[in-house]
T-cell receptor, first 111, second 109 residues
Framework: NAGVTQTPKFQVLKTGQSMTLQCAQD?????MYWYRQDPGMGLRLIYY???????DKGEVPNGYNVSRLNKREFSLRLESAAPSQTSVYFC??????????FGPGTRLTVL | KNEVEQSPQNLTAQEGEFITINCSYS?????LHWLQQHPGGGIVSLFM???GKKKHGRLIATINIQEKHSSLHITASHPRDSAVYIC???????????FGTGTRLTIIP
């Protein structure tokens, strides 16, 4: 089992560029999440998906879109990157009320 | 809005010391999680608890639902315990977690 995988690990973008962060889990979990982690702040939820075909906004959704492509995959898209989106992004998944499993993170810098 | 506060923010201790990290929250919850984030960045779940106490090796987590408070204890601390420890709570009827800002623990040999 690979658990939760994320690609890429690192990315540098220029302001206005777009990109998609990929996340996949092989644990047959229903729920998947995208978080961002910034210095001095707790992890903040961007979007989540309680099941295949459904997505909901979290605390900080502006500037992002998501796709729950199937049960395994949940992608996060930045349509027009801004310096304020410089952060470390984590994908996570869980089954119902159980513990969350986190991916290794993507470190994104927007210049 | 649920607030999750951790203390201390930073903690430095000598190898072998007993460590306590605290977490307080403001609303009723269904579960509390303790997570560990190593300098490499990966986040690992240590405990999920809704009442009482759980133990795993040298780590012990307790929760007092009435006081809205949880503690994470590390016995016989070791330099490899150096990490950021994060508390997160799940409100009743809500899929989402609210996270504390973390406690940075450094254990000196």
């Amino acid at each position: 089992n690979a658990g939760v995988t994320q690609t890429p690990k690192f990315q540098v973008l220029k302001t206005g560029q777009s990109m998609t962060l990929q996340c996949a889990q092989d644990m047959n979990h229903n729920s998947m999440y995208w978080y961002r982690q910034d210095p001095g702040m707790g992890l903040r939820l961007i979007y989540y998906s309680a099941s295949e075909g459904t997505t909901d906004k979290g605390e900080v959704p502006n500037g992002y879109n998501v796709s729950r492509l199937n049960k395994r995959e949940f992608s996060l898209r930045l349509e027009s990157a801004a310096p304020s989106q410089t952060s470390v992004y984590f994908c996570a998944s869980n089954h119902r009320v159980n513990e969350q499993f986190f991916g290794p993170g993507t470190r994104l810098t927007v210049l | 809005k649920n607030e999750v506060e951790q203390s201390p923010q930073n903690l430095t201790a000598q190898e072998g010391e007993f460590i306590t990290i605290n977490c307080s929250y403001s609303v009723g919850i269904s579960a509390l999680h303790w997570l560990q984030q190593h300098p490499g960045g990966g986040i690992v779940s240590l405990f999920m608890l809704s009442s009482g106490k759980k133990k795993h090796g040298r780590l012990i987590a307790t929760i007092n639902i009435q006081e809205k408070h949880s503690s994470l204890h590390i016995t016989a601390s070791h330099p490899r315990d150096s990490a950021v420890y994060i508390c997160a709570v799940k409100e009743r009827g809500n899929e989402k977690l609210t996270f504390g800002t973390g406690t940075r623990l450094t254990i000196i040999p």
